[in-house]
């Protein structure tokens, strides 16, 4: 360099740059310098680094040049779970394309990734946690259609389904379905009696909660699917669950009691229908033995009839003598009519006292 120079002298010149003392003119006496340095140590200690006067300089400037690449490098390079998905930003601003489970690179610090779980979570409603809120039990308490107080424990299941809404349209995902699922289960239970909640429609009132947390989220663009809603206990506050205990079995002997009174009226009902087919029985049977018997007779009219026309007097006399012996036929005394043969007297054999004399030797 042109200051190094003296003259053509090879020695250093501490005259500085322009061959003179920084105070004063060509060969007059330089000013003391102290410990202060000037600005020719300062440039002949950088050219001596800079050329090797200093030693491990250049392998120092190395060692920084590679040790900024090796940390460029592992922030450029991100490892995602298998039961993750990566979204990286550029500027701030989200990729379209998802990074999935395995080794990626980006240009760090231009690029960034955020990771979202992608696992089922469960979000407890009413179960005492250790939030202020859950732990003071009255999360779970709700209004039912037939204004009672109904304490609900229920969980949420849900997925995140879109990870990059889920990362920048809402701050508290968490929170928000909490709120969302506790919401709707409000709604629905302030439309039903209670008794549906503890134990008639516990399975409607699971769909019902689910269509409309889900709806609720999808209008929010949480980015999220809700997969189950369960009940896990529904009943009343613990300050009314002895009344409400004597209610219940004061419902089961109601029931137990209007069961039995069903059953004796059945019984009852179905004998009285077994007799009541009897007597038609008896009554059908009745009617067409009395139509048999007149048709019957009604026949045996005609025909007697029908002789009477042909030959009466001989008819006549053929229904006298039938009469007779059915009207005499069990009496031991024997009429004779009169002027019988000329003389009154008829020829009589006494068959029914020969009968009783036989019985009576047979006997003995």
Known sequence: MPWENNGGGGGRNNGGPWGQAPGGGGGGPRRPSGNTPNLEDILNRGRDQFRGGVPGGRWAIVGGVLALLAFWGVNSVYT????????ELRFGKPKPE???????????????VERV??????TQIGVATTSSRASSGNEG??????????NVQFSVFWFISDPTAYIFNVRDQDSMVRYAAESAMREVVGRRPAQEVYS??????????????????QAYGLGVTVSQILIENASPPSEVIDAFNEVQRARQDETRLQEEARSYANTLLGDARGRAA????????????VVQEATGEAERFNSVYAEYVNSPGVTRQRMFLETMEEVLGGSEKVLVESGANGSGVVPYLPLPELRSRATSSTGN
């Not at 998802?98 to 960034?112: N, Q």
């Not at 308490?141 to 109904?150: K, P, R």
């Open 200 to 217: 008639d429609d516990r399975a409607g009132i699971q769909a019902d909660v689910l269509r409309i947390t889900q709806s609720t989220l």
């Open 117 to 122: 779980v992608t696992t089922v979570n469960q």
């Open 98 to 112: 998802l990074s999935g489970p395995g080794l990626h690179f980006m240009l760090w610090p231009v690029e960034t």
């Open 80 to 87: 995602i779970n298998p039961q993750e998905v990566g979204v």
């Open 141 to 150: 308490l709700m209004l039912s259609g037939d204004q009672n107080i109904v």
């Open 278 to 289: 009897a007597l038609r029985e008896e009554a059908a049977a009745y009617t067409n033995r």
